[in-house]
């Protein structure tokens, strides 16, 4: 997407809940279409290429219990021995473009690359050395590693990303919740003002909430055994994002000093929202809560990039939790975005809160989320993951709000891999992979509608080996996929 004026084109104007008559030939021309994956989940090969270890390595084999079925990335998709049979799989099913990321900490035909420089693998000797994103020392490294990206690919590539969803990454690895939530729609009016229950959180490394487990695998032996807990709930998040956003801002000024002029390449970042609603469409308050929401969650990451500074609501409620940016670091930051991606999931209900419990970012909302409004309507179909329900309107609508040029559409993500926390219980790709036998890849029924929507111009489809159209895997992981 590109942050400039939006113009509504043919395909916006359908129906978004009727996707039969839809074709590519209703977008305007040099729209791209893709899918992606990131390196921890899908390549596997974690010991080789002189790969060091990252922070997931770390937290995977020495807790595995963080884990919900006990798993690793040490193998994942294997997509590091075999990218270029996937890559033609992409090919046949119509995609022209691919969003992947490199590993820091291990440093195609027809098909355009866009390139994420950080997608949450942190390599462990800094989490080691300083803390990571804790530390303003994060940001000469992160250049000194992007500059050796750019120089080494540059030429072939023209879509940077600096990182992939920030909000996710400071968030479920820099406090002990992210908000608070309720899922009973007949006790929310009771909630609301009183001390909230806490929802679950996602842990990412390096958060390892109050668990401390000691297990060592062979492949990996981490120099010690340290444990990385939140230090300070009320400000660590702040911390970690606005070293995040310096770490954008210095990768962007080198790429367009150094090398922009000549590999005449773009970059950019991509950041993750939920699209908000009020959860009483006539208060005042739960109005002010719903752009609190999205100011506290895509507003932390855009508006630094565009305009060079926090959300005044996150300034205001955070107090001297949140170090503002100086009047430098404002100029660096400001338009540092050639143009800004836009992950989508889910959507919800926001409702004031009053008095949170708590200190930090989840309190500082001000704010109580739910799946149901005040007349406890769904906010849409839900699925069978509790986190993730169908509303594809809310896509619309905050592209709409935003006022994006929208230039491609990715598939989240190619293949069945690795789900962080979720370990292999989770299947999100449109290919499903067979984790038991040799990892073989099957169209699932969402490659086949690509396949029909991308390729509607051709005669014939191309032949693909189908083992069955499955969305889900109804079996469990072997524990033998499980240890590997």
Not at 74 to 89: E, F, G, P, Q
Request: aromatic share 16%; hydrophobic share 35%; proline share 5%.
């Amino acid at each position: 997407m590109q942050a400039k004026n939006s113009t509504v084109k043919s395909a916006a104007k359908k129906n978004l809940r009727d996707s039969s008559d839809i074709s590519r030939s209703d977008f305007p021309e040099g729209f791209i279409f893709g899918t992606g994956t990131s390196s921890y989940q899908v390549e596997g090969a974690a010991a080789k290429g002189g790969k060091s270890i990252s922070v997931w390595d770390d937290m995977t084999l020495r807790t595995p219990d963080m884990i919900f079925d006990g798993s690793n990335g040490n193998v994942a998709c294997d997509m590091y021995h075999r990218y270029k049979d996937d890559i033609k799989l992409m090919k046949q099913m119509g995609f022209d473009g691919y969003r992947f990321s490199i590993s820091w900490p291990r440093v195609l035909p027809g098909m355009t690359p866009f390139v994420t420089l950080f997608h949450w693998d942190l390599p462990y000797c800094l989490q080691l050395e300083y803390g990571g994103m804790l530390s303003d020392q994060i940001v000469n490294d992160f250049v000194e590693y992007a500059e050796l990206c750019f120089q080494e690919f540059g030429d072939r590539v023209k879509f940077w990303t600096t990182f992939n969803e920030p909000w996710s990454y400071v968030v479920h690895g820099y406090t002990l919740e992210d908000h608070y939530r309720t899922d009973d729609p007949t006790s929310i009016d009771s909630t609301v003002g009183q001390p909230s229950s806490q929802s679950g959180q996602m842990c990412l490394p390096p958060n390892r909430l109050s668990k401390k487990v000691t297990l060592f695998d062979s492949t990996f032996q981490p120099s010690r055994n340290t444990w990385f807990p939140v230090n300070d709930p009320a400000k660590d998040a702040y911390t970690a994002a606005r070293n995040l956003l310096l770490c954008h801002s210095a990768a962007v000024q080198s790429y367009r000093e150094k090398f922009q002029m000549y590999q005449n390449g773009t970059i950019g970042i991509v950041l993750v929202s939920s699209c908000h609603y009020a959860y009483d469409s006539t208060s005042q308050d739960d109005q002010q809560a719903v752009q609190r929401a999205f100011d506290f969650m895509i507003g932390w990451f855009l508006e630094p990039v565009i305009y060079g500074q926090f959300p005044t609501s996150m300034l205001d409620a955070a107090g001297d939790n949140i170090v503002p940016f100086s009047d430098d670091e404002k100029q660096g930051l400001a338009g540092s975005v050639d143009w800004v991606g836009l992950n989508y999931y889910t959507a919800d209900f926001v409702a004031y809160e009053k008095d949170p419990p708590g200190v930090g970012y989840p309190a500082d909302q001000h704010c109580i989320y739910s799946y149901y409004d005040k007349n406890q309507n769904p906010i849409g179909q839900p699925t069978v993951l509790s986190w993730l329900w169908m509303v594809p309107q809310g896509l619309y609508d905050h592209l709409k709000d935003l006022n994006f040029d929208v230039r491609g559409f990715f598939a989240w993500s190619y293949c069945d891999n690795f789900e962080w926390n979720a370990g292999y219980t989770s299947r999100f790709g449109i290919m499903y992979t067979d984790y038991v036998n040799n990892l073989t890849r099957y169209m699932k029924n969402s490659a086949f509608w690509f396949t029909k929507f991308l390729r509607a111009s051709s005669t014939t489809l191309p032949a693909i080996d189908i083992k069955g159209q499955v969305e889900k895997d109804p079996a469990p992981v072997s524990k033998k996929r499980r240890a590997t």
